[in-house]
């Protein structure tokens, strides 16, 4: 089977990048795909979002290159998060330190970039999700519209704002876990689904 890569991203804290990625790749592997979620973020919330602690093996895989000996290393720093099929490769505070090792390497960013190239052989595909959906507020429903005529299909189905969510990272369970019948878990197997569809 092919690898196949998720990026979420967002130059803004705090719009649920994490609240996101947690889900998606816990309804991946309830649908049988072995998964690796890789936390980037120097908070490390992916790891407490799992009932597990922050770890520097971002840190490692940014920074160590990709002989068989280093890859070695930084596979023994993925956890397995207690949940059939899904791993974690945890970050915490070192990430930030990252830039400046690559740098005293001579790699720019870039070299990350171009280290991950490879799986990039169908091209890069991008996806627009908003979150925080809420339909009482008129700003929140114009937006919506105005985002959709602008970018049609590349524009997802929106999440909901919930409670929930917030609650999921607090207590270390998805919200696959904590609420599984809930508007926002229904909204999240749907992303999962079509994620995976878009993935093939």
Known sequence: MTTKVICIAGQKG??????????????R???????????????????????LSPESGAFHLL??????????????????SGRQGLYLLPGD???MAAQTVLNAQDKPISWI?????????DGLH???LLTFRDEQLPENNATLEHLGE???????????RSPLL???????????????????????QALTGRVMNFQG
């Open 14 to 27: 705090g719009v649920e990048k994490t609240t996101t990625a947690v889900p998606l790749a816990h309804g």
């Open 29 to 51: 592997s309830q649908k049988g795909r072995h998964t690796l979620l890789v936390d980037l973020d120097p908070l490390g919330q992916c790891a407490s979002a799992l009932d």
């Open 63 to 80: 920074t160590m290159g990709t002989t068989p000996q280093k890859n070695t290393f930084v596979e023994s720093r993925m956890c397995f």
């Open 93 to 95: 505070q070192q990430t």
């Open 113 to 121: 970039r171009e280290s991950i190239q490879r799986f990039f052989k």
């Open 126 to 128: 991008l996806r627009i």
């Open 150 to 160: 602008r970018l049609g299909d590349s524009l997802l189905p929106p999440i909901h």
């Open 166 to 188: 917030r609650a999921c990272i607090a207590e270390g369970r998805s919200i696959f876990e904590l609420g599984p019948l809930c508007r926002a878990a229904r909204e999240y």
